[in-house]
């Protein structure tokens, strides 16, 4: 069986209307099956202004804005009568789910009754979510439901190695590949640091910029974040404080980060030029798989300061392209581990410059190419599996 021989229907919470890791991920990865010739039919809630253009076949799905302030996002509610017809007329040979929503579990439900294979890809740690709403009463509840989904899939894949050992300790699955991902080095490089947009920004030349890269919404630990440049204030460490990105803490953030420049949203080569403009790379978020805007800020030469958990421990090699500090539920001891892993690159150019070379030189051992092609042999083993049992089960029932 070949690539060109795949017919996947693919299930997303968010495929384009709103631009996240996740999405860009899976839009590379549509775009890589389709260039190797599979079929792929994409079910996913639609806007009037979405994000961006979809790569392949759209198809949307009931969805309804998401409650806790997070109305500019949509949860698939289901699939509806005209999907599932789209979805007998497509016939796919595989069923590919992303995120753990209503539509998804009816689109395993209807592919387990056509007895089609289904495999589901991990991108967020979505048990640690209502932590920071205030819910942690629920986090074992979310686990169970998390756990429940996935071991009714087929396999699962995930962006780390690290996410990957989470999943199995939690026992999520038994079978587990690795889906990695890429970075786009024309966009991402230490060559487009730009000192006159720096210096537009009020940025001087020997200004040590701290980058903040993302959405702004709590989970990314904007809370964390914001304590830990408190604490470097307070130990009179020379710094300033960039924030790439928009969202709907953004005000929240701005009130706890006086004096720090809000760059707003960029994308593409805009993105490349502010985030190579920055100096250290600060990512204290705990939610990541993988965490694509770590690997891109290694890209852009800057040493990175982490959580050491899933995602960024599996690109930081911990004192030579950054530093990882080991994730803990006190905000202020955390944020003081933190204080005191980035002090150290603000006041040493020598230790900035060779952690962020050092980092550079690991972005580009990420591939694209091959990294999709991991996902692509991983239908076609599933497709496989599943035929080479159907044959046996006939051969039983035929000999009864």
């Not at 202004?49 to 302030?69: C, H, K, M, N, R």
């Not at 730009?194 to 920004?201: A, I, M």
């Not at 470097?232 to 004096?259: C, M, S, Y």
Request: net charge negative; aromatic share 8%; proline share 6%.
């Amino acid at each position: 069986m070949e690539t060109s021989d795949l017919r996947i229907a693919l299930f997303s919470g968010n495929y384009n209307y709103t631009r996240d890791g996740a999405n860009q991920a899976l839009n590379r990865l549509v775009g890589s099956l389709l260039g190797n010739g599979a079929s792929v039919r994409i079910y996913s809630p639609t806007v009037a202004e979405p994000a961006f253009e979809p790569t392949g076949d759209l198809i949307g799905v009931p969805s309804a804005g998401l409650p806790f302030g997070r109305g500019e996002y949509r949860i698939p509610t289901g699939l509806g009568r005209k999907v599932k017809r789209d979805l007998e007329k497509f016939a796919p040979n595989i069923v590919h789910l992303s995120s753990p929503d209503p539509a998804s579990h009816a689109a395993l439900k209807w592919a387990q009754d056509q007895d089609i294979p289904v495999l589901a890809s991990v991108h967020t740690r979505f048990e640690t979510y209502p932590r920071y709403y205030k819910l942690g009463f629920m986090e074992p509840l979310v686990v169970k439901l998390l756990k429940r989904f996935y071991n009714r899939c087929d396999a699962l894949v995930a962006p780390s190695d690290s996410m990957i050992e989470e999943l199995l300790a939690m026992d999520m699955h038994d079978d587990i590949g690795l889906w990695s991902r890429g970075v786009e080095r024309t966009v991402f490089s230490s060559e487009k640091r730009d000192l006159d947009w720096r210096r537009s920004l009020g940025l001087a030349d020997d200004d040590v910029a701290i980058v903040f890269l993302g959405r702004l919404v709590m989970e990314k630990g904007l809370d964390v974040f914001a304590e830990t440049i408190v604490q470097l204030r307070k130990r009179q460490v020379p710094h300033k404080v960039l924030v790439i990105g928009d969202g709907p803490a953004r005000e929240w953030f701005e009130t706890n980060l006086p004096g720090g420049i809000f760059a707003g949203f960029k994308t593409g080569a805009d993105l490349g030029q502010a985030l190579a403009s920055g100096d250290i790379f600060f990512n204290p978020s705990i939610t990541e798989t993988f965490g694509n805007v770590t690997l891109e800020a290694m890209a852009c030469g800057l040493p990175v300061a982490a959580a050491g958990a899933t995602g960024a421990a599996s690109l930081v090699n911990d004192g030579i392209t950054g530093q990882l500090v080991p994730p803990t539920k006190d905000k202020e001891t955390n944020a003081a581990a933190f204080a005191e892993a980035i002090a150290p690159y603000c006041t040493d150019p020598a230790l900035r410059m060779s952690h962020g070379a050092a980092g550079e030189a690991r972005s580009r051992e990420f591939s694209w190419e091959a990294i999709n092609q991991a996902v692509a042999d991983t239908y076609i083993r599933l497709i496989k599996d599943r035929r080479a049992l159907q044959a046996e089960e006939a051969i039983a029932a035929a000999s009864a």
